[in-house]
């Protein structure tokens, strides 16, 4: 078998590629039961924006995804391909497929976060006030509460950020639910 390590690195490849679009599936899947539920419950849910958010990368990984998928739909139809090749371009092509779906989604629902008593629930999961630290900006003036938050996760890198106009339930739901780091 002399294609035995370049189709073996196509496999490696596929996989890699199918395992990571999986896992954002499950974690888009989580981010929309932990609201589904908070709402469901009655407890109090405040609407904030993800400071992060930036429309442009998602209209990129949308067309850039949408280029590759018809391009590698193009040399299916071109080339005839053995069994091996055909399943892992149409492995490709499906995980490539369902990334674009979920670009989608997000171009729309990313930007909006829901702070709860129990954390912060955002696109792809929550940032729970006992695994995370919750700080808020530093207001310009000392009389007013500032609308930035800040969540720092254990090994993260940078702090997720999000701002809430309803101020006040913002910060009473954080002073009550926050622990106290040490």
Request: charged fraction near 20%; charge should be positive; hydrophobic fraction near 50%.
């Amino acid at each position: 078998m002399k294609n035995g390590p370049m189709i073996a690195l196509a496999v490696f490849l596929v996989l890699l590629v199918l395992g990571h679009t999986v896992k954002l599936v499950f974690q888009v899947i989580k981010g929309r039961l932990l609201l589904s539920r908070a709402r469901k419950s009655g407890e109090p849910v405040i609407k904030g924006v993800n400071a992060v958010y930036k429309m442009i990368n998602y209209i990129v990984a949308v067309v850039t995804e949408a280029l590759f998928t018809g391009f590698i739909g193009w040399n299916i139809l071109k080339y005839k391909m053995d069994i091996i090749s055909a399943v892992l371009i149409w492995t490709t092509v499906l995980s490539l497929g369902l990334s674009t779906v979920i670009h989608i989604i997000a171009l729309f629902t990313e930007k909006n976060v829901y702070l709860t008593p129990s954390g912060l629930i955002y696109f792809l999961g929550r940032f729970k006030f006992a695994d995370c630290c919750f700080s808020w900006d530093s207001s310009d003036t000392p009389d007013s509460l500032s609308d930035k938050l800040y969540i720092y996760e254990k090994k993260a890198k940078f702090p997720f950020v999000a701002s809430f106009e309803d101020r006040e339930n913002a910060h009473r739901i954080v002073n009550e639910n926050s622990v106290k780091q040490q």
